[in-house]
């Protein structure tokens, strides 16, 4: 059974930091795409960041440029997105997805509907 289980969101203050994790089973890591999405309250649903995991080559959106870090930890099957200088427009439920297997280069990056797993997200508000 193919699982992602997402988690370290929670509430904080605007400027902070937040590591969110994505920890993966079911399917052979190595070969994985992993992207991290994002859906704010009355908003669809955006592209942040994605990697790839046999290579560790990675994709930023505008908005996570700068701010952001996604990693990953073969050992562990798990992705993490480092949030630095949080703002209040970064407040959404975070979804982790994986696409098996990855195809090469950056262009699977956002395509959502191209995804075949998805975990159930995890909230972050960032207040003022």
């Known amino acids: 059974e193919v699982q992602l289980v997402e988690s370290g969101g929670g509430l904080v203050q605007a400027g902070g930091s937040l590591r969110l994790s994505c920890t993966t089973s079911?399917?052979?890591?190595?070969?994985?795409?992993i992207g991290w999405f994002r859906q704010a309250p009355g908003k669809e649903r955006e592209g942040v960041v994605c990697?790839?995991?046999?290579?560790?080559?990675?994709y930023y959106t505008d908005s996570a440029k700068g701010r952001f870090t996604i990693s990953s930890d073969y050992a562990k099957n798990t992705v993490y997105l480092q949030m630095n200088s949080l703002k209040p427009e970064d407040t959404a439920v975070y979804y982790c997805?994986?696409?098996?297997?990855?195809?090469?280069?950056?262009?699977?990056?956002?395509?959502?509907?191209?995804?075949?797993?998805w975990g159930q997200g995890t909230q972050v508000t960032v207040s003022l």
């Open positions: 079911g399917f052979t890591f190595d070969d994985s795409g």
């Open positions: 990697i790839t995991i046999i290579d560790g080559g990675t």
């Open positions: 997805a994986a696409m098996v297997p990855v195809p090469y280069g950056s262009d699977w990056c956002l395509e959502q509907y191209e995804y075949d797993y």
